[in-house]
């Protein structure tokens, strides 16, 4: 009993330090820098269009002046 218990005490030894083997590995990867996109020129214009339209429904929503 005694030496399956040490077994697997050694086993459990040997797959914690393969994880922090791989947790190591993994910190040591330098990520990929972002490389910021640009808003293309018509999803812009698309924007624009779309808060003047929205402006619009809610100046008529007011009470006359």
């Known amino acids: ?3 399956v ?3 697997c005490r050694a086993r ?3 797959i ?3 994880r922090l083997a791989e947790l ?3 910190a040591t990867v330098v990520p990929k820098r972002r490389v910021p ?3 293309s020129a018509n999803q812009k ?3 624009v269009e779309a808060k003047k339209a929205r402006a619009e429904v809610k100046e008529k929503r007011g009470w006359e002046r």
């Open 37 to 39: 996109t640009k808003v």
């Open 5 to 7: 218990w040490e077994e």
């Open 24 to 26: 190591v590995r993994k």
């Open 45 to 47: 214009r698309k924007r």
């Open 12 to 14: 459990n030894r040997e």
């Open 1 to 3: 009993m005694i030496r």
């Open 16 to 18: 914690a330090r393969e």
